[in-house]
Every structure is written in structure tokens, then in C-alpha cells.
């Protein structure tokens, strides 16, 4: 099978795109626009395999994602795609609306063509996969509550609205059209690769640099962690077992609040990286650093994901705790800094964004 992957160099689907080629017998044809956040050295590990290939293609335009349907004659869209940062929606949501709803839309239409053209077998096996995030559902209020496939929509960002209405157009595609459709809605992602502006990386580089580990407000917002590597093989379980019209949400049964995420990282820090004693030789703790700021507009207080049905549908379950998945990704960090030095160009220096609302 030839997986068409977009965003193929972005943090999920970098790791995506690593796991089919290095770990299944697919091919991957990855199309990116290389922004910021997308970055080639992220897939060094593949680039010179004959299974991969990498086209530099935006998603809004409609001429280059005919050409490159028409040349590499992918088997399945995996739609990674998007601005995915909530701060930076709030600071300028016109690039979210563009490529998260105008460009999902026009990928659409061009699988649609392409798939419209397929003989019947190849129509008949062929595959759509969005993959969207679980702030679609907004916020939870009650402690015991959980996200559910069936949750009804309510965003709370510029962000999370751009997602919505990019699922909404992807189930629409099916109903009206019958092009082959899933959805996964996943829990906050972390691990390897993970460009510095979010929460985890952000944390980690500050402290190395003795900056300041800023937290939103008391830090008491709960997430959901899932390892991008175990999202990686549920996302792979979707486009090839998946049943065509489902929704599937997948999460890592690791709820933790921020502040307990950043004093994890802190811990772990001292043990691999001690920081210098202070000059009456006393030992000095990266929790020091911790700087509690104002928090974000609208922020939403509670994420967590029922992942019951994809576990019992197709047999997917997170392989990483959170205890485990955090101590490799410290370690990733600790052993690969010239990787986040190259993608820090200039244009972003772990400044806070989203506070022009």
C-alpha cells in the first residue's frame, strides 16, 4: 500500500511517517509545506529509503495536489496537515482558518476526484483519514466525565473551531459524495521531535538554558498525554483496519495537570542534568525556575479521552505510561539539542504567544 501523508514532516507526522516505512512494508509519499514547525531532519532516518518520498506541496493549492495524486497514485490519505498551536491561533487565527478548514476542503475535493477515477478495486480499498485533536469537544467540568466519540462539539479556540469544521466538512465528504472517511480525535501529544513552542519541549530547553518554566495560571489544567509513537501505530491500525464512517478517539489513559508535568520534568532534570550548586555550594533545583503567568484566554481546564473503542474494535492500546514515554523524551532532548537548535531559525526563541487577545 502507498500512503499519501500530509504534514508528513510535522511532529505526529514525522513519527507517523517513520513508523510505515521503518516498521510495515507500505510506502509513504509525504507531502508538507515545510512552515515553521515542519522540519526534514525529523526524518533522516527514512529519507534514503525507497518506500519514501517527500513533495514540498501546500494543501490549499488545488494544482499541485492533482499532480501529485496523479504521479504517486496513493492507495490511502492520511491528512495530518494543520497549524496546531492554540497561542498562535489566538495571536492570528487567518493561517488556522486558511489551512485547517480551506485547505482540508481542497484536499477533499482532490482525493475525491482522484478516488472517482480509481478502477473498482482500488476505489473499493481506498481510505481517508483525518486525523483531528479531542479540543473539537471543548471542555470537561465533571471529574469523572470523559470524551467519547459521540461527545458533541464545543470549541473553545481559534484552533480547536478550525478543527471542528474541518471534521465536519470530512464527515460531510462522506454522507453527500461516499469518499471513504475516518476521523481519529486524539489527546495532547509529546515525545521526540516536538517543536519547543508546546508545553513539554518548552519546558525542557528553558530549563537547560536557566529560563524561566512558565506556567498558565496555577497550572491546574488537566491533559491527557499519549506518547506520539504509540499514536503512530494507532493511527496506522485506523487507516488499514479502521471501518470506513467511524470515529475513533484515541488517548493514553495518562491524565496529568500541568503543574505535575512540569515538576516531572524538573525531577528528571536533576537526576540527568544537575543544575551548578550556588556559590555557598548548596544544590539548586530546576523548580526554581518555575514562573506561574497569566493564563490564556478561554483556556479549557479538562481533557480526557474514553479510548475503549479503538482498543476493543481494533485492538490498539498506548505501550508507553506516562512515567516511561516522559524519561525518553528528556532523554531524546538531552541527546539531540543540535535538533532543536536548527529548528529555533530565528523566527520563534520560546517567546509566550496568544496574548494580544
Known sequence: MKILITGGAGFIGSALTRYVVADTTDAVVNVDKLTYAGNLESLADVANSDRYAFEQVDICNRAELDRVFAQ????????????????????????????????????????????????????????????????????????????????????????????????????????????????????????????????????????????????????????????????????????????????????????KRNIQVVHTICELLDELRPMPADANGQAVFYKSLITHVPDRPGHDLRYAIDASKIQRDLGWKPEETFESGIRKTVEWYLANLPWCRHVQDGSYQRERLGVKA
Not at 91 to 105: C, K, Q, S
Not at 138 to 163: M, Q
Open 72 to 255: 504517486h497514485q496513493p492507495d490511502a490519505v492520511m491528512h495530518l496537515a494543520a497549524e496546531s498551536h492554540v497561542d498562535r491561533s489566538i495571536d492570528g487565527p487567518a493561517a488556522f482558518i486558511e489551512t485547517n478548514i480551506v485547505g482540508t476542503y481542497t484536499l477533499l475535493e482532490a482525493a475525491r476526484q482522484y478516488w472517482l477515477g480509481l478502477d473498482e478495486t482500488r476505489k473499493v480499498a481506498f481510505r481517508f483519514h483525518h486525523i483531528s485533536t479531542d479540543e473539537v469537544y471543548g471542555d470537561l467540568e465533571d471529574p469523572s466525565e470523559l470524551f467519547i466519540e459521540s461527545t458533541p462539539y464545543d470549541p473553545s479556540s481559534p484552533y480547536s473551531a478550525s478543527k471542528a469544521s474541518s471534521d465536519h466538512l470530512v464527515r460531510a465528504w462522506r454522507r453527500t459524495y461516499g469518499l471513504p472517511t475516518l476521523i481519529t480525535n486524539c489527546s495532547n501529544n509529546y515525545g521526540p521531535y516536538h517543536f519547543p513552542e508546546k508545553l513539554i519541549p518548552l519546558v525542557i530547553l528553558n530549563a537547560l538554558d536557566g529560563k524561566p518554566l512558565p506556567v498558565y495560571g496555577a497550572g491546574n489544567q488537566v491533559r491527557d498525554w499519549l506518547y506520539v509513537e504509540d499514536h503512530a501505530r494507532a493511527l496506522y491500525e485506523v487507516v488499514t483496519k479502521g471501518e470506513i464512517g467511524e470515529t475513533y478517539n484515541i488517548g493514553g489513559h495518562n491524565e
